[in-house]
């Protein structure tokens, strides 16, 4: 079966300083990908999506970037961290336009 | 663009009554249309769909939806709420031809015992 980690669950940083959350999909070979942000347990942003290896597209302009440099590996960077990027970061993966997603866990950002 | 619509904020039943969550969209073309639930702190579960065929769908733990396309509506249903759907519910569209999954604003259910 199929299963997607997110980590790490929860992270505090300093304005200023750099990001990387990581995602991984197994059991399953060429997902589409995306990179979700949750501001105050309401509605979801849809950051980036990919539907292969070194393909983004982004959905929104703002202080974030994603890569894909695996197959089943999508990684949310950002070089410096503003206050207004906290939030929770969620992670899917889908089949085909068809299918539905499938959420991680998310990771809990507080930039202090 | 596509978009979704979850006029209520929140929606408050007693146990044993029927529970209704509001959902309309806006999509070029097809839709297809999903609902997850949500707990504290955690990610998005996923529900139920509407891909093609049968108007009304059935998903997990007794859930429901129907999908009305004059009215751009898929409202989520269950005969008889427990106290442990007491959650928040997302509605989700994607276009037939399109990668992107939009979701509404969500709704908080509270069901009392």
């Known amino acids: 079966s199929q299963t997607i980690h997110q980590w790490p669950a929860t992270l505090v940083q300093p304005v200023g300083s750099p990001l990387s959350l990581e995602c991984t999909v197994e059991?399953?070979?060429?997902?589409?990908l995306y990179w979700y942000r949750q501001a105050a347990g309401r509605g979801l942003q849809l950051l980036f999506y990919?539907?292969?290896?070194?393909?983004i597209s982004s959905e929104v302009p703002q202080n974030l970037s994603a890569s894909r440099p695996q197959d089943r590996q999508f990684i949310l960077s950002s070089k410096k961290l503003l206050l207004s990027d906290s939030g929770f970061y969620l992670c899917a993966w889908f089949r085909q336009v068809n299918t539905e997603a499938f959420f991680g866990q998310g990771t809990r950002l507080t930039v202090v | 663009a596509q978009s979704v619509a979850q006029p209520e904020d929140q929606v408050n039943v007693a146990e044993g009554n029927p529970l209704t969550v509001k959902c309309t969209y806006s999509v070029s073309g097809n839709p297809y249309l999903f609902w997850y639930v949500q707990y504290p702190n955690r990610g998005l579960q996923f529900l139920l769909k509407y891909i093609t065929g049968d108007n009304l769908v059935k998903g997990s733990y007794g859930f429901e939806a129907e999908f009305n396309k004059s009215q751009t509506s898929f409202h989520l249903k269950k005969p008889s709420a427990l106290v442990s759907d007491s959650a928040l519910y997302f509605c989700a569209v994607r276009g037939a031809n399109d990668y992107k999954l939009s979701f509404g604003a969500g709704t908080t259910v509270t069901v009392r015992a």
């Open positions: 059991g399953t070979s060429n997902p589409n």
């Open positions: 990919s539907v292969g290896i070194g393909q």
